[in-house]
């Protein structure tokens, strides 16, 4: 049974403000721009959420398919760590306005940054039992960031938007090795998010548990997988990249654990099998789980394939829970990603000073706090929305009334 990603789409928002404009605003360290490796970062409007992120995601993903094949999905799933109800799921108003079918389950999961891979191998094991021939997933990782001053640097690396995976049995974008993945999962309290208006980080226990868990994970992938090394069994690699620079520093420290290899080599392997990977979360900011599939979109358009090869995936979520598998990609998955336009759209992003971002902020971090009633004036962010050359109708945020959200296209 061949199973995995048949489409992915990434949604980064319309807006974007330079990281070094943020740096000044903020008053930050300027020396510190180089080990964050960042040059964007992706900012929401209050006219979005992590409803609107995941349809604008999975949108032109579900439109590319035939009728038959949209009602091929019997699996829904959001993975989000910024819920707006503690019952009811995002995952139902992304079903309402996807207008998908009603012969489908519908589940929210929540494990910080890893939850979507969580969902996806869930999902790859229901489809490779084949109890249901044909059935696809739709796995859609959706979150906004609450990061402002209190964040410091965190501020500067945490992005907006989401990732679409659509799996099933004719993967043309990534095919799964079944069965090949490592594992390693514990307690910490590395970040949380106790309110919906604020994110709480302990940034040093993060970084450190981040590289434990991949040698941990890795290890546990190497277990499983006979003769897999870390250095020759990978074409390229795709890893959750809460900021750029921590993933310079993993593909290091895994270098010199598994090859002992020296600075210039260890370059020159980052150059060839990582830097691709980052070309589009270094102007995005961190993703959350959607992060590492973003890192596989970039991968793939920045990297030659000519012919087939063989990926490492590295997921992380604080919390925590981790996991390394792999998968192959061809000649074939730069075309299948190709109708979605994601650098192109990146590349059209408007882009904020940090006076217009920091008046934005205020009613940003509202996004999520449970209002029994609401107004949000679209028509107030038109000229952010105007600024892009080409944007297509998106999904936007009107209100809530007695609670439930209700939204429109724009």
Same mark, same amino acid.
Not at 88 to 106: N, Q
Not at 137 to 166: K, N, Q, W
Not at 371 to 391: C, I, N, S, T, W
């Given at each position: 049974?061949?199973?995995?990603?048949?489409?992915?789409?990434?949604?980064?928002?319309?807006?974007?403000?330079?990281?070094?404009?943020?740096?000044? &605003?903020?008053?930050?360290?300027?020396?510190?721009?180089?080990?964050?490796?960042?040059?964007?970062?992706?900012?929401?409007?209050?006219?979005?959420?992590?409803?609107?992120?995941?349809?604008?995601?999975?949108?032109?993903?579900?439109?590319?398919?035939?009728?038959?094949?949209?009602?091929?999905?019997?699996?829904?799933? +959001?993975?989000? %760590?910024?819920?707006?109800?503690?019952?009811?799921?995002?995952?139902?108003?992304?079903?309402?306005?996807?207008?998908?079918?009603?012969?489908?389950?519908?589940?929210?999961?929540?494990? =910080?940054?890893?939850?979507?891979? &969580?969902?996806?191998?869930?999902?790859?094991?229901?489809?490779?039992?084949?109890?249901?021939?044909?059935?696809?997933?739709?796995?859609?990782?959706?979150?906004?960031?609450?990061?402002?001053?209190?964040?410091?640097?965190?501020?500067?690396? +945490?992005?907006?938007?989401? =990732?679409?995976?659509?799996?099933?049995?004719?993967?043309?974008?990534?095919?799964?090795?079944?069965?090949?993945?490592?594992?390693?999962?514990?307690?910490?309290?590395?970040?949380?998010?106790? +309110?919906?208006?604020?994110?709480?980080?302990? @940034?040093?226990?993060?970084?450190?548990?981040?590289?434990?868990?991949?040698?941990?994970?890795?290890?546990?992938?190497? #277990?499983?997988?006979?003769?897999?090394?870390?250095?020759? @069994?990978?074409?390229?690699?795709?890893?959750? +990249?809460?900021?750029?620079?921590?993933? *310079?520093?993993?593909?290091?420290?895994?270098?010199? #654990?598994?090859? $002992?290899? %020296?600075?210039?080599?260890?370059?020159?392997?980052?150059?060839?099998?990582?830097?691709?990977?980052?070309?589009?979360? *270094?102007?995005?900011?961190?993703?959350?789980? $959607?992060?590492?599939?973003?890192?596989?979109?970039?991968?793939? #358009?920045?990297?030659?394939?000519?012919?087939?090869?063989?990926?490492?995936?590295?997921s992380y979520g604080s919390g925590c829970s981790s996991e390394f598998f792999s998968g192959t990609v061809d000649t074939g998955s730069r075309a299948a990603l190709a109708p979605m336009r994601i650098g192109a759209r990146l590349a059209a992003r408007c882009a904020l000073s940090f006076e217009e971002y920091a008046q934005l902020l205020k009613e940003n971090l509202r996004?999520?706090?449970?209002?029994?009633?609401?107004?949000?004036?679209?028509?107030?962010?038109?000229?952010?929305?105007?600024?892009?050359?080409?944007?297509?109708?998106?999904?936007?945020?009107?209100?809530?009334?007695?609670?439930? *959200? *209700?939204?429109?296209?724009?």
């Open positions: 049974m061949t199973i995995g990603i048949e489409a992915l789409n990434v949604y980064c928002g319309v807006a974007q403000i330079p990281v070094p404009v943020l740096f000044e &605003g903020r008053g930050l360290d300027p020396a510190r721009l180089e080990n964050l490796a960042m040059t964007n970062r992706s900012i929401g409007l209050p006219c979005e959420d992590p409803v609107t992120n995941a349809v604008n995601a999975a949108r032109p993903i579900v439109e590319a398919l035939t009728a038959d094949e949209r009602d091929s999905i019997e699996l829904l799933v +959001t993975s989000t %760590e910024s819920g707006v109800d503690l019952s009811k799921s995002v995952a139902s108003y992304v079903h309402e306005h996807l207008g998908l079918g009603s012969r489908c389950r519908l589940l929210e999961v929540k494990q =910080a940054c890893y939850g979507a891979t &969580g969902v996806l191998q869930l999902a790859a094991g229901y489809l490779a039992a084949a109890v249901s021939p044909g059935a696809r997933a739709l796995v859609v990782a959706t979150d906004v960031a609450l990061v402002d001053a209190r964040s410091e640097y965190a501020e500067p690396a +945490t992005g907006h938007g989401a =990732a679409a995976v659509l799996l099933g049995d004719r993967p043309r974008v990534l095919t799964l090795d079944l069965g090949a993945f490592g594992l390693h999962s514990y307690e910490t309290m590395d970040s949380a998010r106790p +309110t919906p208006q604020f994110d709480i980080a302990d @940034t040093d226990r993060s970084l450190f548990a981040y590289l434990d868990c991949l040698s941990r994970s890795f290890a546990a992938y190497a #277990e499983r997988v006979q003769d897999a090394d870390f250095v020759a @069994t990978f074409d390229g690699l795709a890893l959750h +990249t809460p900021f750029a620079g921590l993933v *310079r520093a993993a593909h290091r420290k895994m270098l010199r #654990e598994h090859a $002992g290899a %020296e600075p210039a080599a260890i370059e020159a392997d980052f150059q060839r099998r990582v830097a691709p990977s980052l070309a589009y979360p *270094r102007t995005v900011g961190n993703l959350c789980s $959607g992060s590492v599939y973003l890192a596989l979109a970039s991968l793939i #358009e920045h990297t030659p394939l000519d012919t087939p090869a063989r990926v490492g995936l590295y996004v999520l706090v449970p209002e029994p009633h609401r107004d949000v004036d679209v028509a107030r962010y038109d000229e952010y929305l105007d600024r892009v050359p080409g944007r297509p109708r998106l999904l936007v945020l009107t209100g809530i009334d007695n609670f439930h *959200r *209700r939204y429109a296209w724009h």
